[in-house]
Each structure stands twice: as structure tokens, then as C-alpha cells.
């Protein structure tokens, strides 16, 4: 579980399904990501899938928990998902967010995952991540420059075009400083 001011970021439950489901519906949500589960059998098998990817390399997606009214307003994540449309964005955990429309706005996917990023760069030996990116998704684009991602090169993914952005590599610990 990652603590932020406003935040807790804690693994999906069982118990989540409906909060994923009304995510899943949320038409601002829908507008850029897909592949988000219609039914109570696709968001099982997103809670039973963000659970394993954490089981199989010790990182993955959290359900973002608003510690003032204690509901899921949306997801963060790091993960591997082998989309293979570049060797870089395979070789590196991919980052990912998902905010509701009530959730947007208020500062709370860069508080979520700046927790989450500061975790993964404390907690695995990952030096970097990449995401991607809609080009028409102004907002996450936005975000993913606040949180240090910078644009590495337009793709296609699904037939659609997307932005690849990447965060600088940090140092091996105990690396010398670059020079100035």
C-alpha cells in the first residue's frame, strides 16, 4: 500500500468489482482506453489480473482509494504488457493511470502517481518507465511531462496513433554524478 496526502493506493480486492465496473462506464474514462471490462466477469478478471502481474514481478496496478469519501476514483499502475510495438517500452515497466470523471481535475493522478513512481523507484531495481500516450489525450499527456516523461517517438499501436514517452534512466546507486 503507498500513502499520499489524499490517497491510498492499495491492491485491487475482490470486493472492487463494482468500483471497476462504474470506472469502466465512466464515458470520460472510455473516450481513451479501450479495453476496459463491460460486464462483472471482465472486471473479475482484471482484479484476478492485476494480481498475478503483482505475484509475477512485484509490481503492478493499485485501485487509487480517495481517503475522503473512501471510494475507488481510479487506478495507477506499473506494469509489463508486452504490446511489442517497441523493444524499449517491452523492456521497461509501463505506466498507466485511469481517473474517474469526478477524480479529474483535482491534482489527484499526479498525487497518485508521483507515490506510485517513488515506490517503484524505491522498492524494484527499474531504472525507468514508458508509457503511452493518445496524441489527443492532452491531459494524460500533461501529466506523464509533470511526472518527468519525455516524448521518445509517435507509433502505431491498434491501429491508432500514440505517443511513447519514457523517463530519463536514473544512475546505478553509487555511480559517479554526470559532469556538468
Given at each position: 500500500?503507498?500513502?499520499?496526502?489524499?490517497?491510498?493506493?492499495?491492491?485491487?480486492?475482490?470486493?472492487?468489482?463494482?468500483?471497476?465496473?462504474?470506472?469502466?462506464?465512466?464515458?470520460?474514462?472510455?473516450?481513451?482506453?479501450?479495453?476496459?471490462?463491460?460486464?462483472?466477469?471482465?472486471?473479475?478478471?482484471?482484479?484476478?489480473?492485476?494480481?498475478?502481474?503483482?505475484?509475477?514481478?512485484?509490481?503492478?496496478?493499485?485501485?487509487?482509494?480517495?481517503?475522503?469519501?473512501?471510494?475507488?476514483?481510479?487506478?495507477?499502475?506499473?506494469?509489463?504488457f508486452r504490446r511489442g510495438v517497441d523493444p524499449m517500452l517491452d523492456s521497461v515497466p509501463e505506466a498507466s493511470w485511469l481517473?474517474?470523471?469526478?477524480?479529474?481535475?483535482?491534482?489527484?493522478?499526479?498525487?497518485?502517481?508521483?507515490?506510485?513512481?517513488?515506490?517503484?523507484?524505491?522498492?524494484?531495481?527499474?531504472?525507468?518507465?514508458?508509457?503511452?500516450?493518445?496524441?489527443?489525450?492532452?491531459?494524460?499527456?500533461?501529466?506523464?511531462?509533470?511526472?518527468?516523461?519525455?516524448?521518445?517517438?509517435?507509433?502505431?499501436?491498434?491501429?491508432?496513433?500514440?505517443?511513447?514517452?519514457?523517463?530519463p534512466a536514473r544512475p546505478p546507486a553509487g555511480a559517479a554524478p554526470a559532469p556538468r
Amino acid at each position: 500500500m503507498i500513502d499520499t496526502e489524499r490517497l491510498l493506493l492499495r491492491p485491487y480486492e475482490p470486493g472492487d468489482v463494482p468500483a471497476i465496473l462504474a470506472l469502466s462506464a465512466d464515458p470520460d474514462v472510455r473516450r481513451f482506453i479501450s479495453n476496459l471490462p463491460d460486464s462483472e466477469e471482465g472486471a473479475w478478471t482484471r482484479v484476478l489480473r492485476c494480481a498475478g502481474h503483482w505475484s509475477l514481478f512485484g509490481f503492478g496496478t493499485l485501485a487509487v482509494v480517495e481517503r475522503a469519501s473512501d471510494r475507488v476514483v481510479g487506478e495507477v499502475g506499473a506494469g509489463f504488457f508486452r504490446r511489442g510495438v517497441d523493444p524499449m517500452l517491452d523492456s521497461v515497466p509501463e505506466a498507466s493511470w485511469l481517473f474517474s470523471s469526478d477524480g479529474g481535475g483535482r491534482g489527484l493522478a499526479f498525487e497518485a502517481m508521483t507515490g506510485l513512481l517513488r515506490w517503484l523507484a524505491q522498492a524494484t531495481p527499474h531504472d525507468r518507465v514508458a508509457c503511452l500516450v493518445e496524441p489527443v489525450n492532452l491531459a494524460s499527456l500533461k501529466l506523464a511531462e509533470k511526472l518527468g516523461l519525455r516524448r521518445i517517438k509517435d507509433l502505431s499501436y491498434r491501429q491508432r496513433p500514440f505517443v511513447l514517452l519514457a523517463s530519463p534512466a536514473r544512475p546505478p546507486a553509487g555511480a559517479a554524478p554526470a559532469p556538468r
